[in-house]
């Protein structure tokens, strides 16, 4: 399964980056290295420096697949490369500064779709494009649609993946086997399957349950309390796995001010109707305040962010550009996968239409700041809520670490049953501002970004999420009341009061994404 080979990469990617933050791991390529321009043909009839029409190539596949609904016809792998040249080359940001190699030099589709990208540098050093991508377009409807993938229903967070290996559960989805099972978020992974998990050499056994290719698996894992050194034994057995992604609001009252907290972890179709109700709960008990918690969001949906920043701002935002995209020169007034002409996603006072009716009046609640609790996790459609409400005045906190750093997006399309992400635009907001390559950061933030008002503070696994002792949300309840950090910010990483206080880490999950997306 092509889902299952991907993740299964990270994994031993991830291994490379040791114990850094954020997604350094992922900004690798895997296994590939940038080949030179062959001198010669290989016969496949590539002719340098003319790359014809992506049409020209599509669905010519070395597997066709079998079904009325399909166009596929046979070919080879060499077919399914043309089409990716011709495709990247059309349509991706920085098409200049690909190298044209041809594509009868490299014999799979996952190897030549990783060198038709730009290998150049940010001004900071990190790899311009980080974010290049494929999935199983069968795994990934499900997923984008609905949040539906094979699993257990736990996200880790992964603080080392080569030995002594520590991943700890950040949290787990309801009615799910991980969820009903009790994981605590804190707990770190012992063994799996009798295979030690900090220093046990058989990856192929962890790998295999970590990620399993097929429902109905079951495989053992041990877990341990950092804190008391207890361990638990469970057996989980995979399933299709829906996510929620709100899973947590509540109103916590501080003083004379109401305080709207918000978990928030996936920018999916799904999200719209709990995303409206949470803020319909929000306006009828009169919030004052917001703490919008995507730590681990690590995108999705542009519409969706451009709803939810839309319900933050209010009415006077509404018709104001929240997003504004730019693709390659080739494509300055057009849209090259639509074919529409340019023009600005606006705030808007009614739902995108994804699984409640398009003419649905949106809750709004009219604030002129939001604090969003942020880490390296949070990220793409993420990044847009925030540069979005900035470009209208919202005074947007930090509370946590810097974010990821990708103002770029992509549209998923489809060939030969894959599904290719390849960056083709990068988003801007109402004052023309998309410039966060390094992400946005909270001041003191180890990793420094777009500096914003807030308060640097790590990730307190040792508390529940949306817990108000968990540290984060303590501190940003704080910054609300007082306007400063308080010992809950820098002071954490000095003087840690719990194993897991000054702890660095990230939380890679499979990238969603569909339509105009940023993930």
Not at 12 to 32: D, K, Q, Y
Not at 358 to 385: F, H, K, Q, W, Y
Not at 488 to 494: K, V
């Given at each position: 399964?092509r889902?299952?080979a991907?993740l299964?990469?990270?994994?031993?990617?991830?291994?490379?980056?040791?114990?850094?933050?954020?997604?350094?791991?992922?900004?690798v390529?895997?296994?590939v290295?940038q080949?030179?321009t062959?001198?010669?043909s290989?016969?496949?009839?590539?002719v340098?420096?003319?790359?014809?029409d992506?049409?020209?190539?599509e669905?010519t596949?070395?597997n066709?697949?079998?079904?009325?609904?399909?166009?596929d016809?046979?070919?080879t792998v060499?077919d399914?490369?043309?089409?990716?040249?011709a495709?990247s080359f059309?349509?991706y940001?920085?098409?200049?500064e690909?190298?044209?190699?041809?594509p009868?030099t490299?014999s799979?589709?996952e190897?030549?779709?990783e060198?038709m990208?730009?290998?150049?540098?940010?001004p900071?050093?990190?790899?311009?494009?980080?974010?290049?991508?494929?999935?199983?377009t069968?795994?990934?409807e499900?997923?984008?649609q609905?949040?539906?993938s094979?699993?257990?229903?736990?996200?880790?967070?992964?603080?080392?993946?080569?030995p002594p290996?520590?991943w700890?559960?950040?949290?787990?989805?309801?009615?799910?086997?991980?969820?009903d099972?009790?994981?605590?978020?804190g707990?770190?992974?012992?063994?799996?399957?009798?295979?030690d998990f900090?220093?046990?050499?058989?990856?192929?056994?962890?790998n295999?349950?970590l990620?399993?290719?097929t429902?109905?698996?079951?495989?053992?894992?041990?877990?341990?309390?950092?804190?008391s050194?207890?361990?638990?034994?469970?057996?989980l057995t995979s399933?299709?796995i829906?996510?929620?992604?709100?899973?947590?609001?509540?109103?916590?009252?501080?003083?004379?001010?109401k305080?709207?907290?918000?978990?928030f972890?996936?920018h999916?179709?799904t999200?719209?109707?709990?995303?409206i109700?949470?803020?319909e709960?929000?306006?009828?008990?009169?919030?004052?305040?917001?703490?919008?918690?995507?730590?681990?969001?690590?995108?999705?949906?542009?519409?969706?962010?451009?709803?939810?920043a839309?319900?933050?701002?209010?009415?006077?935002?509404v018709?104001q550009?929240?997003?504004?995209l730019e693709?390659n020169s080739k494509?300055?007034?057009?849209n090259?996968?639509t074919?529409?002409?340019?023009?600005?996603?606006?705030?808007t006072?009614?739902?995108?239409g994804f699984?409640?009716s398009?003419?649905t009046?949106l809750?709004?609640?009219?604030?002129?700041r939001?604090?969003?609790?942020?880490?390296s996790?949070?990220c793409?459609?993420?990044?847009?809520?925030?540069?979005?409400?900035?470009g209208?005045?919202?005074?947007?906190?930090?509370?946590?670490?810097?974010?990821?750093?990708?103002?770029?997006?992509?549209?998923?399309i489809?060939n030969?049953?894959?599904?290719?992400?390849?960056i083709?635009?990068?988003?801007?907001?109402?004052?023309?501002?998309g410039?966060?390559?390094?992400?946005?950061?909270?001041?003191?933030?180890e990793?420094?970004?777009?500096?914003l008002?807030?308060?640097a503070v790590?990730?307190?696994?040792?508390k529940?999420?949306?817990?108000?002792?968990?540290a984060r949300l303590?501190?940003?309840?704080?910054y609300?009341?007082?306007?400063s950090?308080?010992?809950?910010s820098s002071?954490?990483?000095?003087?840690?009061t719990?194993?897991?206080s000054?702890?660095k880490?990230?939380?890679?999950?499979?990238?969603?994404l569909s339509?105009?997306v940023?993930?």
């Amino acid at each position: 399964m092509r889902r299952t080979a991907f993740l299964i990469a990270m994994v031993t990617l991830v291994s490379c980056g040791g114990g850094s933050s954020g997604p350094a791991e992922p900004e690798v390529s895997v296994s590939v290295t940038q080949p030179s321009t062959p001198t010669a043909s290989t016969g496949s009839g590539w002719v340098e420096g003319d790359y014809g029409d992506a049409v020209d190539f599509e669905d010519t596949c070395q597997n066709p697949r079998a079904g009325s609904e399909f166009s596929d016809v046979q070919g080879t792998v060499v077919d399914e490369n043309f089409w990716i040249r011709a495709y990247s080359f059309d349509t991706y940001l920085w098409f200049d500064e690909i190298e044209d190699v041809d594509p009868g030099t490299v014999s799979s589709t996952e190897a030549y779709f990783e060198v038709m990208k730009t290998f150049a540098l940010s001004p900071s050093g990190n790899p311009k494009d980080k974010f290049h991508f494929t999935y199983d377009t069968e795994e990934w409807e499900k997923l984008s649609q609905s949040g539906i993938s094979a699993g257990y229903g736990v996200e880790f967070y992964r603080v080392r993946s080569s030995p002594p290996r520590q991943w700890l559960v950040a949290y787990t989805e309801p009615n799910t086997p991980a969820g009903d099972a009790g994981l605590i978020r804190g707990w770190e992974i012992a063994s799996v399957d009798g295979v030690d998990f900090k220093e046990g050499s058989d990856t192929d056994v962890l790998n295999a349950a970590l990620f399993p290719e097929t429902l109905g698996e079951v495989h053992q894992f041990v877990f341990r309390d950092v804190a008391s050194g207890e361990t638990t034994s469970v057996d989980l057995t995979s399933q299709e796995i829906t996510s929620t992604p709100v899973q947590s609001v509540k109103t916590i009252p501080r003083g004379n001010n109401k305080v709207g907290y918000l978990l928030f972890n996936d920018h999916i179709a799904t999200a719209e109707a709990q995303l409206i109700e949470a803020f319909e709960g929000f306006k009828s008990q009169g919030i004052s305040e917001l703490v919008l918690d995507m730590r681990y969001n690590g995108g999705g949906y542009l519409d969706i962010a451009r709803m939810l920043a839309s319900m933050v701002a209010g009415e006077e935002a509404v018709g104001q550009t929240f997003s504004k995209l730019e693709f390659n020169s080739k494509y300055l007034t057009q849209n090259p996968i639509t074919g529409r002409t340019l023009s600005p996603s606006r705030f808007t006072s009614t739902a995108p239409g994804f699984v409640v009716s398009s003419d649905t009046d949106l809750p709004l609640l009219n604030l002129d700041r939001v604090v969003v609790i942020s880490g390296s996790g949070t990220c793409s459609a993420s990044e847009a809520v925030i540069n979005g409400l900035r470009g209208v005045g919202v005074e947007v906190i930090l509370i946590g670490d810097t974010t990821c750093g990708k103002p770029y997006g992509f549209y998923g399309i489809d060939n030969c049953g894959t599904t290719y992400f390849t960056i083709q635009f990068k988003g801007v907001n109402a004052a023309g501002f998309g410039d966060y390559t390094d992400g946005f950061s909270p001041p003191g933030a180890e990793n420094s970004g777009v500096e914003l008002s807030g308060c640097a503070v790590g990730d307190d696994l040792s508390k529940p999420l949306g817990d108000i002792n968990e540290a984060r949300l303590t501190t940003a309840l704080n910054y609300l009341e007082t306007g400063s950090c308080g010992i809950n910010s820098s002071g954490m990483r000095s003087k840690p009061t719990h194993p897991l206080s000054n702890l660095k880490g990230f939380v890679l999950k499979p990238e969603p994404l569909s339509g105009a997306v940023m993930r």
